[in-house]
């Protein structure tokens, strides 16, 4: 199976390409997007299957042995990834179509959106598989190209403002990571990281340190990692719908994957694990103290997003099994979640013209189902059972009682805290935008409808202004909301085998020898 290996990177390039020549021809554009990704959810879950069976799979591209050419590795961790991303990018895709992204019109036009979408998917897959560092630097780059071209769709002076401060931080820990990249070459000769595993560990102490501080300080601008965090509260709210919600499910977890991959195959012993501790108690609790003060439901999600990934980070700073199987768990709950969160509330603006608490009400009464679409998710978020959010909650707690260390109780502490505000940010949501009585302005359901079938495909209403509101919801952006609710109930349902696929994963990536044998099956050169 090592020749499917690369199709999640290729797949979405070619697909790309193909949509560039297809300009003009919106449905077959919508149906190239939709084929490709589809087919990518099937390779990611085959590729899953395969890699738990016979371990770490391989490619050496353009056969150029390793280290000399790229090498892709798909093993138990970069499979789980390319599963859940290419699953949340479908879905987010099928959903941009309902909202009207794919019409051409002024807002978002179709040349521009589907080629670049792909090229987005193109990018996190292989930051998933990269074997070497320089080839996680170009996924990084891919990414950052097509985000800043989602990002600012539309050219209105809201999203190029904030798409300007996005790039100059994504470009500053750019150069961070490549600055990186140079010094680790010029220290091991090699930027392989099946070979760096040695010769990493034969550096002096004070220039791994060096080398391993620099790298995290690159992931943690890219993973939004406080202190590192304060772009991303007035950068992804302003994009539409589902651009602010493929970035905040997967964009920053690409950083955490980073953090994950180089934290234990690069610098195991836990050189930095005091650091990482710190950093994750203060993400979680400032984090989610900026999103109890926020008034609009899309920005407190983005601070919400800011203080889940301390939770990530808090597994992998205990250094232990336990923990680390439960970030992994972590990461794989949280990118469907908060995916599922930022659709539902771009379902929230097209049918009460806002995302401002303030200006809502009686959301519950007018629509029931995208009651239920935010609701189930938002408890999954703050963890109440017996959602996935939960489980991994449960799960990052126990390893640190275990761990028993005075920042380990600090953290469990931290993680009930953010847990229990989590709950509250979301209940005031829900208070103010679904339970309170509705504003005058707000129509009913059986007002207008605003929707209608053409070619056979749900042609949904034109974006609304401020202050105005839809009420009728298109079928195409209710349908994938639905399906990734469902996909998280789902992760609750199959939780056991989530977690054990987990523990392998994080077995496989303490004990090293896995990933390196299967690059290098004759040993190490």
């Known amino acids: ?112 959106y589907h080629p670049t979408y792909l090229v987005l998917t193109a990018g996190v897959c292989n930051a998933f598989l990269s074997g070497d560092l320089f080839n996680l630097y170009v996924g990084f780059e891919i990414l950052l190209v097509a985000s800043y071209v989602l990002l600012t769709l539309g050219s209105t002076e809201t999203r190029i403002r904030a798409g300007t401060t996005y790039v100059v931080v994504s470009l500053l820990s750019s150069v961070i990571f490549l600055v990186a990249i140079g010094l680790v070459y ?65 964009l920053t977890k690409v950083g955490v994957y980073a953090i994950i991959r180089t934290e234990t195959l690069l610098f195991p012993g836990g050189r930095t694990a005091t650091l990482l501790m710190v950093t994750a108690v203060l993400t979680m609790v400032v984090g989610i103290l900026g999103a109890v003060a926020q008034s609009d439901i899309k920005r407190l999600l983005s601070f919400t997003l800011i203080s889940h990934i301390g939770y990530m980070l808090f597994g992998v700073g205990l250094t232990s099994a336990l923990g680390l199987s439960a970030a992994i768990f972590y990461v794989v709950h949280h990118i469907t979640i908060q995916t599922t969160l930022f659709l539902a509330a771009g379902l929230v603006e097209r049918r009460g013209g806002s995302t401002n608490m303030e200006r809502l009400g009686g959301l519950a009464r007018l629509s029931p189902l995208l009651a239920i679409l935010f609701f189930v998710p938002a408890l999954n978020l703050a963890g109440i059972p017996p959602f996935s959010g939960f489980l991994g909650k449960l799960g990052l707690v126990q390893a640190g009682i275990d761990d028993g260390g005075v920042l380990a109780w600090i953290l469990v502490a931290g993680g009930l805290i953010t847990s229990l505000l989590t709950l509250y940010a979301v209940a005031r949501v829900w208070n103010l935008a679904f339970w309170r009585a509705p504003h005058a302005e707000m129509p009913d359901a059986d007002e207008a409808e605003q929707a209608s079938q053409v070619d056979g495909s749900v042609q949904p209403q034109q974006p609304l202004p401020a202050g105005r509101s839809g009420a009728v919801l298109p079928k195409l952006m209710i349908a994938p909301t639905v399906a990734l609710v469902v996909f998280g109930l789902v992760l609750t349902v199959v939780a056991g085998p989530l977690f054990d696929v987990s523990s392998d994963a994080a077995n496989d990536l303490l004990r090293r020898t896995p990933y390196v044998d299967a690059v290098f099956p004759g040993g190490t050169p």
């Open 1 to 112: 199976m090592t020749h499917l290996v690369p199709l999640p990177v290729v797949m979405p390039l070619l697909g790309a390409a193909l949509t560039l020549l297809l300009l003009g021809r919106p449905r077959a554009q919508r149906w190239v997007s939709l084929t490709v990704l589809t087919a990518t959810v099937g390779v990611a879950a085959t590729l899953l299957v395969q890699s738990s069976k016979d371990g770490p799979l391989v490619v050496e591209v353009g056969g150029w042995v390793a280290p000399l050419g790229i090498v892709l590795v798909a093993d138990q961790l970069a499979a789980l990834m390319l599963v859940v991303s290419a699953a949340v990018t479908l879905c987010v895709l099928v959903y941009s179509m309902g909202q009207g992204m794919a019409d051409g019109n002024e807002e978002t036009p179709l040349s521009v």
């Open 186 to 250: 010029a220290s091991t000769g090699t930027l392989n990281l099946a070979q760096l595993v040695d010769r990493l560990d034969a550096l002096p102490d004070d220039l791994r340190l060096l080398l391993q501080g620099m790298l995290l300080l690159a992931f943690g601008i890219k993973a939004a990692v406080f202190p590192l965090s304060a772009w991303l509260p007035d950068s992804y709210p302003t994009a539409p719908a589902p651009v602010t919600a493929v970035f905040a499910g997967l």
